[in-house]
């Protein structure tokens, strides 16, 4: 089956940590994206992928970094310096970013809690 | 960057029907979406319409464009409990896909 995995579905972490969520696509897209997701706001940009090894700034990418060493492959570190990390993250993929291949599908998602 | 608006909150009787508004600021998007989010989910692409079309039917679902007003909306026919989440409406601009803050549609058995 094609799809998006996030893992973990719940992560706890503690102030001062670094903590990495996984998203990886098995539907090779060429464009990978992280959103964040709080209550009442709806879904802000934190970082974009349009191809390996390239990746954009979105809103709100203080405190966060990505990487994209593979096509399939676009982890999210939640940095120390991000001063409200907890939130629930969504990773998404598409196609491409033009026209109706920018249709976006999405993983489960993934719950960050700090303690 | 794009601001999209929608209500936050709906709640309708099962069997009736329900109507999501979304206003947008940018009108480059070539295709707009509807996303639905069930709790603790991700988002589920319900539908999507073409800029140029002004209606869109999808068996219960139907989807309004009016571009000049820069108005979307989404009607579910026959509401049903299996509806009640949060939906959303999209559109790209340039690199980037733009959300509504999300409707959180409750249906009241």
């Known amino acids: 089956d094609g799809g998006i995995t996030q893992s973990p579905k719940y992560l706890f972490r503690k102030e001062g940590q670094n903590v990495t969520l996984s998203c990886e696509q098995n539907?090779?897209?060429?464009?990978m994206y992280w959103y964040r997701q709080d209550p009442g706001q709806g879904l802000r940009l934190i970082y974009y992928s349009q191809i390996v090894n390239d990746f954009q700034k979105g809103d709100i990418a203080e405190g966060y970094s990505v990487s994209r060493e593979k096509k399939e492959s676009f982890p999210l570190t939640v940095t120390s310096a991000q001063k409200n990390p907890t939130a629930f993250y969504l990773c998404?993929?598409?196609?491409?970013?033009?026209?109706?291949?920018?249709?976006?599908?999405f993983g489960p998602g993934t719950r960050l809690t700090v303690l | 960057g794009e601001d999209v608006e929608q209500s936050l909150f709906l709640s309708v009787r099962e069997g009736d029907s329900s109507v999501i508004n979304c206003t947008y600021t940018?009108?480059?998007?070539?295709?707009l979406y509807w996303y639905k989010q069930e709790p603790g989910a991700g988002l589920q692409l319900l539908t999507y319409i073409f800029s140029n079309m002004d209606m869109k039917q999808d068996q219960r679902l139907t989807v309004l464009l009016n571009k000049k007003d820069k108005h979307l909306s989404l009607r579910i026919a026959d509401t049903q409990t299996g509806d009640s989440a949060i939906y959303f409406c999209a559109g790209p601009t340039g690199n980037q896909f733009y959300f509504g803050t999300g409707t959180s549609l409750t249906v009241i058995p």
């Open positions: 539907l090779n897209h060429d464009a």
């Open positions: 940018d009108s480059s998007s070539t295709y």
């Open positions: 998404a993929s598409s196609p491409g970013t033009s026209g109706r291949i920018n249709e976006q599908f």
